[in-house]
């Protein structure tokens, strides 16, 4: 809605879940006298919804803008009822600016959209995360508080919001670990600006902050394979010269747990074991554990002695941030080079081979996450390892259009089987073989209910063997493919397959599955 007279727009927020909230999108054009008609609007949109039942929707804005022309105590304000514009929250994020760089990018996003939802995890009061750790611990040693219920959203003693079956954090709050974590990085004995992080783990806050603490710091980041080898990683981190690793525990203090690289347990490198062979590398961040904790599983590690070990529990603290005096250069100036400079080394998984190495500079990677996207409501599940190119562009562009992310636990080794398929030049038809830990996938998806999602052909696969299970079960096709529909939630409205060919027989599958979605195949490669 628009007020003439005051230059006011009311816009839903279509972050939300739908549930009837107007704001002001200039605080300094809202008026008391635009306050107070504010106030009005809210009250009667809660009678829109029974009035667009009653009369039809045309019938209802009609009826809605009269009431506010006889009702509103300024009846100079000429109020228009209008269907949500997206633009209109994300005018303020201006995409053509004199620098454009994905540091500038993100943090006019933390600005703009700094009280709505952006990351979000599942909740583990009732589901484990990972191997049963804390999704939390992060969002608690920052100093943010417990988790309410959507409801008490606008209290400002609420920290954490619990919706959809996932606990969230806001814009500003993964601002401040963004920007505390940047500040601590930058502030490691032997770091300079333009040297290399890479980032190993579970897609999870802690993974997207480290990133956007990266580009903001002026630090080159590379994403390092959960599904990797020693020597394979050793390669990397020396090509890369990679002088600081922020890693989950387990890839700290592990070796391979044994030949069974399909079992869970089975972690595929680890610090301790290529550390020798890394001289680049002066210093180790625990996403999930204390400093105390790290020092302590390591102190039998002969490679690791030379190696600092820090928590990033304690980068994000605010005592300890108050305590930096290390100021860092303006987001414009990040990174050295300007929109020439590097901001990320991608590699390939290895699956064709030895992993190759991509420079992205900073102009490369803002063009591939600069669109604005028009999806009602704005929600992704993240689940494709951050390591990847695709989830990692698809996590900045949705927090650049205003949007929020889940993130959804899918284990490194089901990654294995989805590598494995591509190194021959037929793609495995192995339908339903990957059904078990697809569902498990879809239960965090239906959860979060989002309204886009990219699958490669392996999940597809899964969903296809989920489907053919029902049809035989219920002995109904059509009731079949609901069951499995079902599983996106019902805000689903686009989806993605690519990564890899997907079969025909799946391509007509996914269309007879979600026919009102928006379909989309990003893998060029033609099906052998």
Not at 44 to 54: K, P, Q, S
Not at 399 to 420: D, I, Q
Not at 451 to 475: F, K, V
Not at 496 to 514: R, S
Request: net charge negative; proline share 5%; charged share 20%.
């Amino acid at each position: 809605m628009y007020c003439s007279l005051s230059g006011e727009m009311l816009e839903k927020d279509v972050n939300d879940t739908g549930r009837p909230r107007y704001h002001c999108l200039d605080n300094a054009i809202a008026t008391d006298r635009s306050v107070e008609s504010m106030r009005l609007v809210r009250t009667l949109w809660g009678l829109h919804a029974m009035l667009e039942r009653v009369a039809g929707s045309g019938a209802a804005v009609r009826m809605l803008e009269h009431s506010l022309r006889l009702l509103d105590p300024y009846r100079d304000c000429a109020w228009v009822v209008e269907k949500a514009h997206f633009w209109h929250l994300r005018e303020s994020i201006d995409r053509e600016t004199d620098v454009n760089t994905p540091a500038s990018f993100i943090s006019r996003a933390f600005t703009a959209f700094a009280n709505r939802l952006a990351l979000g995890m599942p909740d583990t009061t009732t589901s484990a995360w990972a191997s049963g750790s804390d999704a939390f611990a992060l969002a608690r040693a920052a100093g943010f508080g417990g988790i309410a219920s959507a409801g008490a959203r606008d209290s400002a003693a609420v920290e954490l919001v619990h919706i959809d079956g996932y606990v969230w954090l806001t814009y500003r709050q993964v601002g401040q670990l963004a920007h505390r974590i940047a500040r601590a990085l930058r502030a490691l004995p032997g770091v300079q600006r333009g040297d290399t992080v890479g980032i190993s783990g579970p897609n999870s806050f802690e993974w997207a902050c480290v990133d956007f603490a990266c580009m903001l710091a002026g630090l080159t980041s590379v994403g390092l394979h959960t599904t990797n080898n020693n020597p394979t990683t050793a390669a990397i981190v020396n090509n890369a010269s990679i002088a600081v690793i922020v890693a989950v525990h387990d890839r700290i203090v592990s070796g391979t747990a044994g030949d069974d690289e399909e079992s869970e347990s089975a972690v595929r490198w680890s610090v301790a074991g290529i550390a020798d062979q890394c001289p680049s590398l002066l210093h180790v961040v625990a996403m999930d554990v204390s400093t105390d904790m790290a020092r302590r599983s390591t102190a039998n590690s002969p490679a690791l002695q030379r190696i600092e070990l820090h928590s990033l529990w304690d980068m994000v603290d605010p005592m300890l941030d108050a305590a930096r005096t290390l100021q860092l250069e303006p987001p414009e100036e990040q990174p050295v080079g300007g929109t020439d400079g590097v901001v990320s080394l991608l590699y390939t998984s290895g699956s064709s081979g030895a992993p190759k190495g991509v420079i992205c500079v900073a102009q490369s990677f803002y063009n591939d996450i600069k669109q604005r996207t028009f999806i009602e409501p704005h929600v992704t599940v993240s689940y494709i390892p951050l390591s990847h190119s695709s989830d990692r562009m698809k996590l900045w562009e949705f927090l650049g259009n205003g949007g929020r992310v889940g993130f959804a636990y899918f284990g490194a080794s089901h990654w294995l089987a989805h590598e494995r398929s591509k190194k021959s030049d037929m793609v495995v038809q192995a339908f339903g073989a990957s059904s078990a830990p697809v569902r498990a996938l879809f239960e965090q998806v239906c959860a979060l209910r989002p309204t886009a999602m990219s699958c490669p052909p392996n999940i597809w696969n899964g969903l296809y063997g989920l489907y053919l299970d029902a049809r035989e079960r219920l002995h109904n096709d059509t009731l079949a493919l609901a069951s499995v529909a079902a599983l996106f939630g019902d805000r689903i409205k686009f989806v993605v397959t690519g990564g890899a060919p997907t079969a025909p027989a799946i391509m007509t599958f996914i269309k007879q599955l979600l026919p009102n979605c928006s379909f989309s195949n990003s893998c060029t490669c033609v099906w052998p």
